[in-house]
């Protein structure tokens, strides 16, 4: 699981919503900070850092697997194409 590091402003206040916390199973009326008390508390955090700024969280893991899947996948497919680009070249050269 990949730390996530997240800034803070000069007050020491969290600059970064959490996308992934769900207000309704929490009771919170307000938006939820990461790095916060909130985001602290969180079922899907699994550690966090107060003097490094950095969390591990679960959903963010999967999500930011998923990124990393996507990018790898297209990459891929972009090799693949290259290939058979050049497998139509060579057999057109004979």
């Known amino acids: 699981?990949?730390?996530?590091?997240?800034?803070?402003?000069?007050?020491?206040n969290c600059k970064e919503q959490c996308e992934y916390f769900s207000i309704e199973d929490?009771?919170?009326?307000?938006?939820?900070?990461?790095?916060?008390?909130?985001?602290?508390?969180?079922?899907?955090?699994?550690?966090?850092?107060?003097?490094?700024?950095?969390i591990k969280c679960e959903v963010f893991s999967a999500f930011a697997e998923v990124k990393k899947l996507a990018k790898e996948n297209e990459q891929l497919k972009s090799k693949v194409e290259q290939l058979e680009n050049d497998i139509v070249s060579l057999k057109g050269g004979l």
Do not use: I, P, R, T
């Open 26 to 54: 929490y009771d919170y009326s307000d938006v939820v900070m990461v790095g916060s008390l909130a985001c602290k508390q969180c079922q899907h955090n699994v550690s966090y850092c107060a003097d490094e700024n950095w």
């Open 1 to 12: 699981m990949e730390k996530y590091y997240f800034e803070m402003d000069a007050e020491h």
